[in-house]
């Protein structure tokens, strides 16, 4: 049996396919703060260094220790990126480590968004650069940034704090 596609078919169902894969999986660009949350929210338009910089940051393949469920994992000598969901972050705290760069907060559900994201924890990692909180849940901006409790005592090393939303 010999079966003949018109290559007009072929156009639309390749097109199609593109489309639905561009607006299936879409997400809200990548939010990018300062250390002073409140004062200096920036979201499209971020300065193309500002926004390789926390790309590099967040994807680059570096060594990565995964901490959820509570679990009580090693941070390995050459750690550079933590990836820790929000009912684990208490475990952080047990894990100083002067390598690690970058702490990756997995929002996993709607109960996770009525939690606290402690900078104070972070004091572990004295070489923190960035912070990015990914949810995979729906949530707003506001209610990502009501989650974070930052002392007004303390003057926090610069680093990043990005997010990353689904709409």
């Known amino acids: 049996m010999n079966i003949k596609i018109n290559p007009l078919v072929i156009a639309l169902f390749t097109l199609c396919t593109i489309i639905s894969t561009k607006t299936s999986a879409q997400e809200n660009d990548v939010k990018l703060f300062n250390n002073d949350v409140q004062s200096n929210t920036r979201s499209k338009g971020l300065p193309d260094n500002d926004a390789q910089m926390l790309k590099k940051l967040v994807y680059k393949k570096v060594e990565t ?3 959820s469920n509570n679990e ?4 390995m000598l050459n750690t550079e990126r933590v990836v820790v969901d929000v009912a684990s972050l ?10 690690v760069k970058v702490l ?3 929002v996993l559900n709607q109960n996770d968004l009525s939690k606290t994201i402690d900078y104070d924890a972070f004091s572990v990692f004295p070489n923190l650069e960035c912070i990015y909180i990914s949810c995979e849940v729906e949530a707003s901006q506001p209610q990502i940034i009501r989650m974070i ?3 007004e005592d303390i003057k926090y090393p610069p680093t990043f704090l990005g997010i990353n939303i689904p709409i």
């Open 65 to 67: 220790a995964y901490l």
């Open 149 to 151: 409790k930052k002392r």
């Open 72 to 75: 009580s994992k090693p941070i």
């Open 104 to 106: 990756v907060i997995k």
């Open 90 to 99: 208490n475990t952080i705290s047990r894990k100083p480590s002067n390598m």
